[in-house]
Each structure stands twice: as structure tokens, then as C-alpha cells.
């Protein structure tokens, strides 16, 4: 059976969709009564966007066997994946009365938070301490001696030793931002050091082992990390992950090294009391941000973070001749979870004041191969009852990356969702050269897009409330020149920018460092 998964695995990955679901199909006929089975097969499925199918193996395995959980965690992930966090918070809930001390479902139901529109600021919060307060507890319970925080040893005359801990170090938004960091690190401030906990190695990897010491710790547990992390005499450790899938977050619990801060891979408090800091900037974390926050918050100049383009990066294409006829092609390429009834609402008024428009929305799980349109008819339901003509709703589904950046060229203006905007989404937009209308509110993760905006010189692309959203997109969609200018200038403003300034934002990072290392330590 694994075999045959591994095949379906490798004919979806080459984009060989049909032939994936044909074998996918014949495994579960094969192991119909066999849970194990129609997990895996399931798993891959939903990996890969085809959520129908994938619902239909989990379901079956939860018949199947049920005082099984493992098909509910599977159903409360695909719950988010489209949008529905009502049903993902209910599901978690179910789990963690059966298994409160699960690392994993600990971190998913704290992850989902951040995607909710409904969950409010104290709650996030409260549930991160709790958190917090647990990871510390296990730590504790986990140490077979314990171990005081390791002595800051002095630094005077020597680079600092900054670890990296994520399971990202891959074609991944984290990977994709901190790369070039790591390569411009000046060697004679810091020696940086990754400790990859992820499986994928590809080309991003071999870019972060070029410029680094690369330690793959995918295999160790919390307690060993945390004692190579000693061993390795490490000075600042960085977190790159916090709740999000893959973290070793918990490790941090275990105190390796003599500062701890969380950075970019996340965008709200960690809950753990031993973190000496969270990296921001005055665009994500604005006054009073810091009473959402356990860590004190450091506000790096000119942004939280930088971007690079890939080196694959097509050109930005010139502006659709279907423009200068009033025939405007809205987008949105982010991932679905970000979608909510909320944003459908703001949408549905965009497209009815500029009733030439159309939106073109791009996803893994908008898949079109098979049977599998459930996701995407719920969308054009969901519009069409707002009013909108399902018709003018373009659904697209998975490509690779490099294609995925040249369907920009018929995209006119691109529009955030809310509350959890776009991160590498929006930076890629706007380099592909179409302008992102957001909205920023409480949450950090919904201020990602406004700090691009500002580091390039567009704050006023940014709405202050719903009505405000749907006036700058309508106001876009009718300025023909404006998006000619835009798409033919927006590629330079941001090379010429703090975004894209590499070497200037890892100066302020390693500054950052250094600063952390020399105010004394306000953790536990």
C-alpha cells in the first residue's frame, strides 16, 4: 500500500492529478475497512487540495473505528482549510477533552485562533498563556536534571552565535524570507546556526546550508535539541515557527540559551514566559499592541521583515488591454483558510460597484481535476447569495510557483483578506506589479500587508474599516492610469525600498541581537 501511495504522491506532485486520483481511488477499494489506510491516503489527498475525497476517507475511518481520534483532528484540519473555524474550534475542543496534553493538538487549536474571525484579542491571549504555562510545565516533568538558564558568556570580541529553530528551511514563506538574511550575516558580528526540524530539503535548503551551519534535528526530541543547542554554545536562539505546523516551540521551554526570541514565522504572542522578546515593527505592532503580547516586543527600523524575489521571477507583465475598456480582474491568491463570510461581504460590494469586474481566486483546493468542486461551489453559492453572478467568479487551483506568478499578468488589483492577510502572497503581488487593497486591524497577522505598503510608499492602499476597503478598490478599479503607473513601477519601488534592502534589515537584525544581549535578560 505504501508503495502505491508514494506513487500517487509523486504523479500529484508532477501535477498528474488525474492519474493521482485513479490510484488514490483503487488503494482505498483495496483497503476500504482499513483506517490506517484511509488516513494516509486522505492525508495526501487533502495535502495536495482534493478536499472532497480527502473528507471522504476520513469519515469512512471514523465509521470505521470510532474511538479512533485521528480521523477528527483530520476533520477539524480540513474544517479550517475551507473557511469553516466554527466546526475546526468545536472538533478541537472534542480533542483536547480526550487528549490534553497532545503537543500537536495543543498547537493546531491555538493555531486555528489566529484564523478565526470570531475569536477575540483576550481569548487568543489567555489561551496562549495556558499554553505557556503547560509547555513549561512538561519542560519541567521532561528534564532528567535540571538545567538553570545558561551564564550569557561575554561578548566583546567576538560574532555572537544565533541559532535558527524552524521546520521550514524549504520552498516555504519562511524559507523564502530568511535565506538571504542568513547568507548576509557579517561574520565577524554573528555565526549563525539552523537547526532544521522539517523533512523536505530542496534548493532553498542548499541555499541555507551554503551560508550556514545547518544541523538537521528532525529526529531528536525536545530534550536532546536542547542539548545541542548547549552544546553548541549558542547565545540568541530564534524561534521561526511558533504554533504553526512543525514547531518546536516546546524545546524552548527547556531554557538552551541565554536569550530567546520568537521572529517572522509567526504573529502573536507565544505564551511562553521565557521568551525574551518578539521581533515587529511600528506597522504590525502599533501603541498598546504590547498588552496582547507575554514577550516585550522589539520594534525593528524599517520592518519586521525583508522580502527576495525568486530567481525564476517572470517580469511583470504589462497592464491587460481588457482594462482600458473598464473590464477589471480582481484577485486574491492566498490560502482558504483566510476566507470568511466576513471578506465574502466586503468582496460582494467591490464587485457590485464596478460591475465589469470579475474575481479570480487561486488555491490548491479550488482544484478542477475530478470530482473534487465542492470548496469552489460553496464559494460561488456564497457570492451568489450576496447578489453576485457566480459567473463572474474564477476559480483556479494548484500550479507551481513560477506559473503561479505569471497568472498575475490578468490580475489587476489583488485584494487582502482579513483578519489574516497576506505575508509572501502580498509581497509577490506587488512585485508581479499589482497593487493589494487591505485592511489592518487588532491582530499583527492582519497588519502584514499594510507594512509592505508602507516600506514601498503606498500606505493608502490601506483601509480603516470596511467602507474605506471598498472605496480605494472601486477608486482603483476606475483609474486606468493609476494601474499602468503602478504595474510599470511598482517592481523598482520595492527593489529600491527598506522591503527588499537585504543587508539593511539584517544589520538591524543582528543590532537587535546585540541589544538584547547587552539590557540584561527580562525573561523567567
Avoid at 521532561?142 to 538558564?149: I, L, S, T, V
Amino acid at each position: 500500500m505504501q508503495s502505491a501511495l508514494a506513487q500517487a504522491q509523486s504523479l500529484a506532485a508532477q501535477a498528474r492529478f488525474d492519474e493521482s486520483l485513479t490510484l488514490c481511488q483503487e488503494i482505498v477499494n483495496t483497503h476500504i475497512n482499513n483506517p490506517d489506510a484511509l488516513l494516509d491516503v486522505g492525508s495526501m489527498l487533502m495535502g495536495f487540495g482534493f478536499l472532497s475525497a480527502a473528507r471522504q476517507c476520513f469519515t469512512r475511518a471514523a465509521k470505521i473505528a470510532p474511538n479512533d481520534m485521528r480521523p477528527v483532528a483530520n476533520l477539524a484540519n480540513l474544517a479550517r482549510e475551507i473557511g469553516q473555524h466554527a466546526e475546526s474550534r468545536r472538533l478541537y475542543c472534542l480533542l483536547l477533552e480526550h487528549f490534553p496534553n497532545h503537543p500537536v493538538i495543543r498547537r493546531n487549536a491555538l493555531m486555528g485562533l489566529e484564523y478565526d474571525p470570531e475569536a477575540s484579542d483576550d481569548e487568543r491571549l489567555q489561551k496562549a498563556r495556558k499554553w505557556g504555562e503547560w509547555a513549561t510545565a512538561r519542560a519541567a516533568l521532561n528534564m532528567p536534571h535540571p538545567h538553570p538558564r545558561p551564564e550569557l558568556r561575554r561578548i566583546e570580541g567576538r560574532p555572537l552565535r544565533v541559532g535558527y529553530v524552524s521546520a521550514d528551511i524549504c520552498q516555504h514563506t519562511v524559507g523564502l524570507f530568511v535565506k538571504d538574511v542568513l547568507g548576509n550575516h557579517d561574520p565577524a558580528s554573528v555565526i549563525p546556526f539552523v537547526y532544521s526540524a522539517g523533512r523536505v530539503s530542496d534548493w532553498v535548503t542548499a541555499a541555507v546550508r551554503a551560508a550556514c551551519s545547518l544541523r538537521d534535528v528532525s529526529a531528536l526530541d525536545d530534550s536532546a535539541l536542547a542539548d545541542l543547542i548547549r552544546q553548541d554554545e549558542i547565545d540568541v536562539l530564534v524561534d521561526l515557527s511558533g504554533h504553526t505546523a512543525g514547531s518546536r516551540l516546546t524545546m524552548f521551554a527547556h531554557r538552551p540559551a541565554p536569550v530567546q526570541v520568537s521572529w517572522l514565522g509567526y504573529f502573536a504572542t507565544t505564551g511562553l514566559a521565557c521568551m525574551d522578546a518578539v521581533l515587529l515593527d511600528k506597522w504590525h505592532a502599533p501603541e498598546g499592541t504590547e498588552a496582547r503580547f507575554v514577550e516585550p516586543i522589539i520594534r525593528l527600523p524599517g520592518g519586521r521583515f525583508c522580502y527576495t524575489p525568486v530567481p525564476y521571477a517572470p517580469e511583470a507583465a504589462p497592464v491587460p488591454p481588457h482594462v482600458s475598456s473598464g473590464r477589471i480582474t480582481l484577485g486574491c491568491f492566498n490560502n482558504t483558510t483566510k476566507l470568511n463570510a466576513g471578506v465574502f461581504d466586503v468582496w460582494a460590494r467591490i464587485l457590485a460597484a464596478v460591475p465589469n469586474s470579475r474575481l479570480a481566486l487561486k488555491w490548491r483546493t479550488f482544484q478542477k481535476t475530478g470530482q473534487d468542486a465542492g470548496l469552489g461551489q460553496s464559494v460561488r453559492t456564497a457570492f451568489s447569495a450576496r447578489g453576485v453572478d457566480p459567473q463572474r467568479i474564477e476559480l483556479r487551483g494548484a500550479s507551481f510557483h513560477v506559473d503561479l506568478l505569471k497568472e498575475y499578468a490578468d490580475i489587476d488589483i489583488a485584494l487582502d483578506p482579513f483578519p489574516f492577510t497576506g505575508g509572501l502572497t502580498s509581497c509577490e503581488a506587488l512585485w508581479m506589479g499589482v497593487p493589494v487593497v487591505t485592511w489592518p486591524q487588532n491582530r499583527v497577522v492582519s497588519r502584514q500587508t499594510t507594512a509592505f505598503l508602507s516600506a514601498v510608499g503606498l500606505p493608502e492602499l490601506a483601509a480603516s474599516d470596511a467602507d474605506e476597503y471598498v472605496q480605494i478598490a472601486t477608486a482603483l478599479a476606475g483609474d486606468t492610469n493609476r494601474l499602468k503607473t503602478l504595474r510599470a513601477d511598482l517592481r523598482e519601488r520595492m527593489r529600491t525600498s527598506p522591503l527588499c534592502d537585504v543587508a539593511g534589515f539584517t544589520r538591524n537584525l543582528e543590532s537587535a541581537f546585540f541589544e538584547l544581549t547587552k539590557e540584561g535578560i527580562k525573561g523567567v
